[in-house]
């Protein structure tokens, strides 16, 4: 079965760094765009970077940036997304997804919550 599992999340205090990591099963990542999505709670889900196929691109939203960096490693069939300086309204559920023309697949998220 074709699957994206994120990991990684958890509690978090203000200030601290989380890596959260998307993996593959049953297809290879390497030919897909990949994206980090969260969605807060009665909040849309929004884009939080996305990193091209080859890894040489990347872009982040404005409201992580220079604190979240996307990242990917092909032969290991995986994505990652490094989380520095949290701040309470980075909590969300956190989604994988992969995109190559018609075909987008999404992970089941992963929580993320930052709080003292």
């Known amino acids: 079965e074709v699957q994206l599992v994120e990991s990684g999340g958890g509690l978090v205090q203000p200030g601290g760094s989380l890596r959260l990591s998307c993996a593959a099963s049953?297809?290879?990542?390497?030919?897909?765009?990949m994206s980090w999505y969260r969605q807060a709670p009665g909040k849309e889900r929004e884009l939080v970077a996305t990193i091209s196929s080859s890894g040489t691109s990347t872009n982040v939203a404005d409201s992580v940036k220079d604190r979240f960096t996307i990242s990917r490693d092909n032969p290991k069939n995986m994505v990652y997304l490094q989380m520095n300086s949290l701040k309470p309204e980075d909590t969300a559920v956190y989604y994988c997804?992969?995109?190559?023309?018609?075909?987008?697949?999404w992970g089941q998220g992963t929580q993320v919550t930052v709080s003292s």
């Open positions: 997804k992969a995109a190559w023309g018609f075909q987008v697949y």
């Open positions: 049953e297809f290879t990542l390497s030919r897909y765009v």
